[in-house]
T-cell receptor, first 115, second 111 residues
Framework: KAGVTQTPRYLIKTRGQQVTLSCSPI?????VSWYQQTPGQGLQFLFE???????NKGNFPGRFSGRQFSNSRSEMNVSTLELGDSALYLC??????????????FGSGTRLTVV | QKEVEQDPGPLSVPEGAIVSLNCTYS??????FMWYRQYSRKGPELLMY????GNKEDGRFTAQVDKSSKYISLFIRDSQPSDSATYLC???????????FGKGTKLTVNP
């Protein structure tokens, strides 16, 4: 069974540019979440999508956005990149719905460096 | 006060030692508690999942949740060099898919 696939694995961008990251969840998983991981802040929740609808959003500026397609694949976009956006961006998928949830399966992440 | 606090370590132990990793939290609404292991340049991998209070054992790993104290623990018995990684606690409320993570504890098991 294929895991969560994130592309690209590594990315270098210049301040002010925008970037799009892609995530393919485990087949049959309809919920996709995105997290930002930095040494200073750890793992922080960005947003969660289920059936093409954003259900939850973390405390990030509007420069961070995402979407989910009908096949559950998801993309996140960061516009007007800042140096502080350099991080590992992780995608996780789950079949859970609300109350009786269980842990997510994470991809290996996209390492974004902003210069 | 952060919702989840975890000692970042680093923690260094000899092979075969019992390792104890802990997190405290402030949000009494958390009902689901998880431990993840993250190797360098990899995503987090789920180790243990616990609903509400109690103990759960899986091989060399034991997870404990004490909701009255808002304290969770992960014990690793007979630790191995392959256990060297960063261990992250995570938790969430019922009805929410948002995981709140501790910052992680870096563990090194020396042969």
């Amino acid at each position: 069974k294929a895991g969560v696939t994130q592309t690209p694995r590594y990315l270098i961008k210049t301040r002010g540019q925008q970037v799009t990251l892609s995530c393919s969840p485990i087949s049959g998983h309809r919920s996709v979440s995105w997290y930002q991981q930095t040494p200073g802040q750890g793992l922080q929740f960005l947003f969660e999508y289920f059936s093409e609808t954003q259900r939850n959003k973390g405390n990030f500026p509007g420069r961070f956005s995402g979407r989910q397609f009908s096949n559950s694949r998801s993309e996140m976009n960061v516009s007007t990149l800042e140096l502080g956006d350099s991080a590992l961006y992780l995608c996780a998928s789950s079949t859970a719905l609300g109350a009786r949830g269980y842990g997510y399966t994470f991809g290996s992440g996209t390492r974004l460096t902003v210069v | 006060q952060k919702e989840v606090e975890q000692d970042p370590g680093p923690l260094s132990v000899p092979e075969g030692a019992i390792v104890s990793l802990n997190c405290t939290y402030s949000n009494s609404a958390f009902q689901y508690f998880m431990w993840y292991r993250q190797y360098s340049r990899k995503g987090p991998e789920l180790l243990m999942y616990t609903y509400s209070s109690g103990n759960k054992e899986d091989g060399r790993f034991t997870a404990q949740v004490d909701k009255s104290s808002k304290y969770i623990s992960l014990f690793i018995r007979d630790s191995q060099p392959s256990d060297s990684a960063t261990y992250l606690c995570a938790m969430k409320r019922g009805g929410s898919e948002k995981l709140v993570f501790g910052k992680g504890t870096k563990l090194t098991v020396n042969p």
